[in-house]
């Protein structure tokens, strides 16, 4: 109930309110002394649940009201994720090292409580004011081999289960706040197995769920930026199983928000690991050219994404078997309509105009570099047909990505010289990158398409 004035309320009214009011318990602040009496509290409680257990192994009757008293303390300790501040106290006790042994626990619904006790711990952003001790009790947590535990202890999650379920998203999330303390564990968690049971989780045949999301959204910080990463997908077959999943949206638009969110960190993923020169040779073999070809050919959501894929797939010179093969596979017939089509303008996000634009005629510059003698032919020749409107159509572009880039500038008062760097970057970010792709197709053109 909202308590503003009370004058309004009949005299009645008023001494219920008030009578409440009184009647509701004042909350006592989380002091050190709480901490430390919580802390004697739990080991009590997880020593007696030891002793119980290791007593009466085949007798449940015996250990359970010991497995609720340690499950209670447990719901209790959740306050110490309020109190950054009291982590040292954490860290100087047995507590967290007495914490992680009740991960693989015998009663599954400990273990989720232990989970979710560390999801609320690692919170980066419980406390911006104590970033520091979180940080230590994070680095603590990874000596501890906590990537392993948690990745041993998926196993036996049933995600069938409403509170198992939710125990996986739990611990995605740790994983999540842990790589964001430290980006640099991003590979280590990796070797331990965090890669390996996204791939799986993805590859995983159910209806789309949260943690479907939560792991693609985590596969794709671990590939965004390291090497080793996107060498280890390809090398257990991760591009095959993501050109599995990206098949479904072939002939299906997701059906919500969140879906459209997880086939975006699908191609995300792959445009990542695409990066890699050997793991296009993977994606070529893999058919994933076929596939982005037919999804071209489709009016669905995901033809965008395709786009990118490919731009991704030809670019540089590791690109070159791709550009051949998909020349050859007839992939200009599908790409140079959509060349001529503008971006629809009825779109609220301009950024997503560019980037149809962008991922385009980056394809076409990468054909041009990349095509041999009789395939750049095709290619040019494209530029001839119907008397030349594909050049018409790429003046155009060139005019309205100059304009557009033509418009980035500091204020006066701003030294350009300092901000050199910052300005190239705001250009990439406004259309240099298309429109130096776009000067790149017109020079090739006028220096090699003479002829037709």
Same mark, same amino acid.
């Given at each position: 109930?909202?308590?503003?004035?009370?004058?309004?309320?009949?005299?009645?009214?008023?001494?219920?309110?008030?009578?409440?009011?009184?009647?509701?318990?004042?909350?006592?602040?989380?002091?050190?002394?709480?901490?430390?009496?919580? /802390?004697?509290?739990?080991?009590?409680?997880?020593?007696?649940?030891?002793?119980?257990?290791?007593?009466?192994?085949?007798?449940?009757?015996?250990?359970?009201?010991?497995?609720?008293?340690?499950?209670?303390?447990?719901?209790?300790?959740?306050?110490?994720?309020?109190?950054?501040?009291?982590?040292?106290?954490?860290?100087?006790?047995?507590?967290?090292? *007495?914490?992680?042994?009740?991960?693989?626990?015998?009663?599954?619904?400990?273990?989720?409580?232990?989970?979710?006790?560390?999801?609320?711990?690692?919170?980066?952003?419980?406390?911006?004011?104590?970033?520091?001790?979180?940080?230590?009790?994070?680095?603590?947590? !990874?000596?501890?081999?906590? !990537?392993?535990?948690?990745?041993? $202890?998926?196993?036996?999650?049933?995600?069938?289960?409403?509170?198992?379920?939710?125990?996986?998203?739990?611990?995605?999330?740790?994983?999540?706040?842990?790589?964001?303390?430290?980006?640099?564990?991003?590979?280590?968690?990796?070797?331990?197995?965090?890669?390996?049971?996204? /791939?799986?989780?993805?590859?995983?045949?159910?209806?789309?769920?949260?943690?479907?999301?939560?792991?693609?959204?985590?596969?794709?910080?671990?590939?965004?930026?390291?090497?080793?990463?996107?060498?280890?997908?390809?090398?257990?077959?991760?591009?095959?199983?993501?050109?599995?999943?990206?098949?479904?949206?072939?002939?299906?638009?997701?059906?919500?928000?969140?879906? +459209?969110? +997880?086939?975006?960190?699908?191609?995300?993923?792959?445009? *990542?690991?695409?990066?890699?020169?050997?793991?296009?040779?993977?994606?070529?073999?893999?058919?994933?050219?076929?596939?982005?070809?037919?999804?071209?050919?489709?009016?669905?959501?995901?033809?965008?994404?395709?786009?990118?894929?490919?731009?991704?797939?030809? $670019?540089?010179?590791?690109?070159?078997? $791709?550009?051949?093969?998909?020349?050859?596979?007839?992939?200009?017939?599908?790409?140079?309509?959509?060349?001529?089509?503008?971006?629809?303008?009825?779109?609220?996000?301009?950024?997503?105009?560019?980037?149809?634009?962008?991922?385009?005629?980056?394809?076409?510059?990468?054909?041009?570099?990349?095509?041999?003698?009789?395939?750049?032919?095709?290619?040019?020749?494209?530029?001839?047909?119907?008397?030349?409107?594909?050049?018409?159509?790429?003046?155009?572009?060139?005019?309205? +990505?100059?304009?557009?880039?033509?418009?980035?500038?500091?204020?006066?008062?701003?030294?350009?010289?300092?901000?050199?760097?910052?300005?190239?970057?705001?250009?990439?970010? $406004?259309?240099?990158?298309?429109?130096?792709?776009?000067?790149?197709?017109?020079?090739?053109? +006028?220096?090699?398409?003479?002829?037709?």
């Amino acid at each position: 109930m909202k308590i503003g004035n009370l004058e309004h309320l009949t005299e009645k009214e008023r001494l219920e309110v008030l009578k409440m009011l009184e009647s509701e318990p004042e909350v006592e602040p989380f002091t050190e002394a709480s901490l430390r009496k919580l /802390l004697t509290q739990f080991e009590k409680k997880f020593a007696k649940n030891q002793e119980m257990r290791i007593k009466y192994p085949d007798n449940p009757e015996k250990f359970m009201d010991s497995e609720i008293e340690l499950n209670q303390v447990l719901q209790e300790m959740h306050a110490v994720s309020t109190r950054p501040d009291f982590y040292p106290i954490l860290l100087e006790s047995n507590f967290l090292q *007495s914490l992680l042994s009740l991960i693989n626990h015998e009663n599954i619904d400990i273990s989720a409580a232990v989970i979710s006790l560390l999801q609320e711990l690692t919170d980066l952003e419980s406390s911006m004011e104590n970033l520091e001790e979180i940080k230590s009790l994070i680095d603590y947590l !990874f000596e501890q081999q906590v !990537f392993s535990l948690l990745i041993s $202890n998926f196993d036996r999650l049933d995600e069938t289960n409403k509170d198992e379920s939710e125990a996986v998203h739990n611990t995605l999330a740790i994983f999540e706040n842990i790589i964001e303390a430290h980006p640099s564990l991003c590979v280590e968690s990796s070797k331990q197995g965090l890669l390996a049971w996204l /791939l799986k989780r993805i590859k995983f045949k159910g209806p789309f769920d949260s943690n479907k999301l939560y792991a693609a959204e985590l596969l794709s910080i671990l590939v965004q930026n390291h090497d080793e990463n996107r060498k280890l997908v390809g090398e257990m077959d991760g591009i095959d199983i993501l050109l599995l999943q990206i098949a479904y949206y072939k002939k299906h638009n997701p059906a919500s928000a969140e879906e +459209y969110e +997880y086939m975006e960190n699908l191609f995300d993923c792959l445009c *990542s690991c695409l990066m890699l020169p050997a793991n296009r040779l993977k994606f070529l073999q893999a058919e994933g050219l076929q596939l982005m070809r037919l999804i071209l050919r489709e009016q669905k959501n995901a033809r965008h994404s395709a786009l990118k894929v490919l731009s991704y797939a030809m $670019n540089n010179l590791e690109g070159k078997e $791709n550009c051949q093969a998909f020349v050859e596979m007839l992939g200009l017939g599908i790409l140079f309509p959509l060349f001529m089509k503008p971006a629809d303008s009825r779109k609220k996000k301009n950024k997503e105009n560019y980037n149809y634009d962008e991922y385009i005629v980056s394809i076409v510059s990468s054909l041009l570099k990349n095509c041999s003698d009789d395939n750049k032919k095709r290619v040019i020749g494209k530029f001839v047909e119907n008397d030349h409107e594909k050049i018409d159509r790429l003046l155009e572009l060139y005019f309205k +990505y100059s304009e557009q880039v033509d418009k980035v500038k500091f204020s006066d008062e701003e030294e350009e010289e300092d901000k050199a760097d910052e300005l190239y970057l705001k250009k990439l970010e $406004n259309g240099l990158f298309a429109l130096q792709a776009i000067v790149y197709i017109i020079m090739d053109i +006028y220096i090699n398409g003479q002829e037709s």
